[in-house]
Antibody
Framework: QVQLVQSGAEVKKPGASVKVSCKAS????????MHWVRQAPGQGLEWMGI????????TYAQKFQGRVTMTRDTSTSTVHMELSSLRSDDTAVYYC?????????????WGQGTLVTVSS | QSALTQPASVSGSPGQSITISCTGT?????????VSWYQQHPDKAPKVMIY???NRPSGVSNRFSGSKSGNTAYLTISGLQAEDEADYYC???????????FGGGTKLTVL
């Protein structure tokens, strides 16, 4: 069965960077794009970007351009999301989610979420 | 401010039907039939309930249905059950610099 297992919770200081990992199993890793979506406490979902694990190409939300980097390691079927210049309003649960269509709007499997807390 | 507008909350009694709206623009909902709806229970990951405006993934109850008119998409849940109480988010592909946008979410309360 499809599984996305994310790295553990992080606490970071303002201005620092964080790197969250998402290890995929149960399917052919390179065949499906992967989203990163975040959710601040008590707030809604926010799309951050998407990576093509096969080519390594990425598309980021305009809001995060210059601050987010998504990469993949095909040898371990893992995608990574690094967010830099952290601010307190980056405190959120970060999810990876597998995309199963060409519309980029059908994420059928999600990771368990990684809480990133930004605090001085 | 979310790109897609949803009501903050809706409610209904068991057995009733409710509809949640998702209003976008001619750059997203009005332009593409790429609207999905996600259900999220507290402290859980979202689950896709409807995709491509009207399609239900395998395993999703046929009590859930989707539609679209102009720049607004709709999620209808019929025969409300207690387990339907959750947050619901719409999402759409867009022609803007940010190709995927979510609505602000709607909290469904089953009375």
């Amino acid at each position: 069965q499809v599984q996305l297992v994310q790295s553990g919770a992080e606490v970071k200081k303002p201005g620092a960077s964080v790197k969250v990992s998402c290890k995929a199993s149960g399917y052919t890793f390179s065949k499906y794009f992967m989203h990163w979506v975040r959710q601040a406490p008590g707030q809604g979902l926010e799309w951050m970007g998407i990576i093509n694990p096969s080519a390594g190409t990425t598309t980021y939300a305009q809001k995060f351009q210059g601050r987010v980097t998504m990469t993949r390691d095909t040898s371990t079927s893992t995608v990574h999301m690094e967010l830099s210049s952290l601010r307190s309003d980056d405190t959120a649960v970060y999810y990876c989610a597998r995309e199963v269509s060409s519309s980029w709007t059908v994420a059928d499997s999600w990771g368990q979420g990684t809480l990133v807390t930004v605090s001085s | 401010q979310s790109a897609l507008t949803q009501p903050a909350s809706v409610s209904g009694s068991p057995g009733q039907s409710i509809t949640i709206s998702c209003t976008g623009t001619s750059s997203d909902v009005g332009r593409y039939n790429y609207v999905s709806w996600y259900q999220q229970h507290p402290d859980k990951a979202p689950k896709v309930m409807i995709y491509d405006v009207t399609n239900r993934p395998s395993g999703v109850s046929n009590r859930f249905s989707g539609s679209k008119s102009g720049n607004t998409a709709y999620l209808t849940i019929s025969g409300l059950q207690a387990e339907d109480e959750a947050d619901y988010y719409c999402t759409s592909y867009t022609s803007t610099m940010t190709p995927v946008v979510f609505g602000g979410g709607t909290k469904l309360t089953v009375l």
